[in-house]
C-alpha cells in the first residue's frame, strides 16, 4: 500500500445492507463496485461472528452460523440505534445471539451478548464496514478513510446516529448518511439539475420489502411517503417452494423425523433457492434434493407459470403496501415519472411485469438491482469529494417533524418531516402568568399533534428574572446541523438570559413504529389539528381576557358605558365559552372581545403618551399597553 500522504483522496459509497454490504467508487460520474486484491467484488453477508479474541465477517461468518448461533450476528442492521424493549418479539425472535438492554438510565440501547462480553450493534457494524474498508484498500492500493453510508429512508435520528457511530469506529469519516432510494435513483441518473418528478422506488429484498415515494426537483430529493413490510421478501419465495416440496415428499411416505430434520430442511431451502432463481431465466427447473439419510431423493419439476401463482398473493401484498403510499401521499399511479427496482427478488419476470401493471410504466431494470444502491451512493461520494462537477446535492432529511410543548399539551411543529438538512427554524413567545423565573422547554419529535401522541426527545430550562406577564421575549431556535444532529438554543432578549442544549437521541423508533407514527398521523390527523387549535384558542382567549381585564381597572374609568359594556359581556362570554370545546364559538367570541377592546386600547395607550409626556414613570402601563396592543392583534392560530 502506498503512504497516506501522496494517496489520492477518494470517497466511497457504502450500502450497509441488512443482508448484504457493498462498497463502490465512482470515477467521472461512472460508478463500479470496487474489487479486492483478488479481483473479486467488495461485496459480502453483512454476518459477524465472535470466536474468543478473533472475529469472523461475510462468507465465513455466514458459514459458521449454523455451527455458532449463539456467537453469529445476522441483520444487526435491525438493531441500529434501537432499545431492547423497542424491538418487536418477532424481531427479538430472530436474532440466535443473546439480546440484552444496555445503556443508563434514559439512554437505553440493545447490547448483543456472546462469551458473556457485551457489543453495541455499533461495534458490530463496524465490523463489517472495516472489512469493507480493508478489503477495499487492498485493492485500490491506497487508504480509503471518507464515506458515503446509505440507510432505509424511514430510519430515524437514532438509527442515522448509529450508522455514523459505526462508520467512525471502522476508521470510517461518514460525509453524508443518504437514503437507499434515493441512492438507487442517482445510480439511475435521476437527479440531475435539471430533473423533475416523482420516483417510486420498489425494493423487495430477501427480507424485507420498502415502497419509497420520492420527488425530485432542482437537485433535491424529498420522500414524499415510506411503505413497507418488514417481514417480505425472496425468502417466502423459498419457503414456500419448500413447503410444496414437503407435500411431494409426504406424498412418496417421508418420516415426520425427516420433515423435522434441520439439516434437510436447509438443503430443501437452498434447493429452493435455487429453482426460483433459475425460473427467473428459464420456463421450468428442477428441485433437487438428496438425502440419503432420510431416504430422500426429490427431483420436483416447476414451472414458472406454476410459481408465479404460488406468489400471486405475495406480490398483490406489496402492491397494496405501494397503493397505501400513494393515498397518503395523495398521487395516483399517473403522476409517478420513474420507477426503480432495487433488491434481488425484483429479477422474477412476474414481480416485474406486476409492477410495471401497476404504475402504468416500464419500470428500470437496467442495472444489477442489488448494486444499483451501494452505486449510487458512490455517485454522491465523488461530488462530495469534489472530484465530479456536478452542483452538490442536498440529500438529507429529517424523517420525523421536530416541535416544542406549548401551554396545554400541544406540539408546535418548527421543523416539518422531510425537511433538507441543515436548517434551522425559529419561535417566539412571551409567559402568559407574571413573575415566571423559568421558561420550561420539551423538545418532541412526531407527527401527532399532542404531547402524549408524540416522541419527547428532551426536556430543559431557561431561567429569567421574574417580569409580569407579557413582558418576556423568549426566543427558541432549532438547529439541525449537516450532521443532523439537533441543538436547541433558547435566549430571552429583554435579560440577555441564554441556554442551549445538544439533543442527542435517547433511541430510535422500530421501522413498524415509523410506519405507525405515520399512519397514526394520518388516521387522527383531523381530530388532532381541531383540538391543537382549541388548546391555542383557550390560551390566546386566556391572554386576552387577562390583558382586558387588568386595563379595564387602570382604564376603564375614562370609557362611556356603551363602551365598557360589550367588552365586559365579552369577557364573561369568552370565559364560558372556552370551558366547551367549539372551536368556531370561541374564535368568534375571541374576536368580538378584540373589537370591543379597541376604544380600550386606545384609551391606554394616550394614556401611556401622556404619562411619558408628564415624565412619569412607565413602566406600570407599558405593561397594560404592551397587552392592549397584543389584544388586538388577531395571531391567528399557531
Ligand atoms: P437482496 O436482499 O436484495 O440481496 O435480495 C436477495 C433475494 O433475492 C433472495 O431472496 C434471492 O433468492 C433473490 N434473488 C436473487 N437473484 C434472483 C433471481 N435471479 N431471481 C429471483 N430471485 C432472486
Partial sequence: MSDGENAPEVVVGID??????????????????????DGAPVAFPSAVSYAGDSVLVGRAALERAPLAPEATILSVKRLMGQSLAELSPAVQRHFSVNLVEGGSEGRSHVEIEIEGKRRTP????AQILAELKRRAEAGLGHPVTKAVVTVPAYFDDAQRQATRDAGKMAGLEVLRIINEPTAASLAYGLGGKEAEGVIAVYDLGGGTFDLSLLRVQAGTFRVLATAGDTHLGG??????????????????????EAVESPRLRAQLRAAAEAAKIELSA?????????????????????????LEKAIESLVARTLELCQGAMTSAGLTPDQIDEVVLVGGSTRVP????????????????????????????SIQAEILSG??????????????????????????????????????????????????????????????????????????????????????????????????????????ERSGAETEIEVTPV??????????????????AIADVNLHQLIDLRNESATVIRAASKALTMAGDGLTAAQREPIEAGITALEALCKGDVNAEIKASLEALNDACEPLAELVLDRAVNAALGGKALTELEDAVEHAIQSTVDKGGR
Fill in 387 to 492: 472530484k465530479n462537477a456536478a452542483d452538490l446535492l442536498l440529500l438529507d432529511v429529517t424523517p420525523l417533524s421536530l416541535g416544542l410543548e406549548t401551554f396545554g399539551g400541544g406540539v408546535n411543529k418548527l421543523i416539518m418531516a422531510n425537511s433538507g438538512i441543515p436548517t434551522q427554524a425559529s419561535v417566539e413567545f412571551t409567559t402568559p402568568q407574571d413573575n415566571v423565573t423559568a421558561i420550561s422547554l420539551h423538545v418532541l419529535q412526531g407527527e401527532r399533534e399532542l404531547v402524549e401522541t408524540c416522541r419527547s426527545l428532551a426536556h430543559f430550562k431557561l431561567k429569567i428574572p421574574p417580569m409580569p406577564a407579557g413582558m418576556p421575549k423568549v426566543k427558541v431556535t432549532f438547529l439541525i446541523d449537516a450532521d443532523g444532529i439537533l441543538r436547541v438554543m433558547a435566549s430571552e
Fill in 282 to 306: 428459464s420456463e421450468q427447473a428442477t428441485l433437487r434434493v438428496k438425502d440419503p439419510t432420510h431416504g430422500v431423493n426429490l427431483e420436483l419439476v416447476l414451472t414458472r407459470a406454476e
Fill in 507 to 524: 433511541h430510535g423508533l422500530t421501522d413498524e413504529e415509523v410506519d405507525e407514527i405515520m399512519e397514526e398521523s394520518f388516521q387522527h
Fill in 350 to 377: 412476474y414481480v416485474r411485469q406486476r409492477v410495471g401493471e401497476f404504475f402504468g410504466r416500464e419500470p428500470h431494470t437496467e442495472l444489477d438491482p442489488d448494486k444499483v444502491v451501494a452505486l449510487g451512493a
Fill in 122 to 125: 455499533q461495534e458490530v457494524s
Fill in 235 to 256: 425468502d417466502d419465495v423459498d419457503g414456500i417452494l419448500v413447503e410444496s416440496a414437503l407435500a411431494a415428499l409426504a406424498a412418496q411416505g417421508l418420516s415426520s
Fill in 16 to 37: 450497509l445492507g441488512t443482508t448484504n454490504s457493498l462498497l463502490a467508487l465512482a470515477s467521472g460520474g461512472q460508478p463500479a463496485l470496487v474489487t479486492d486484491a
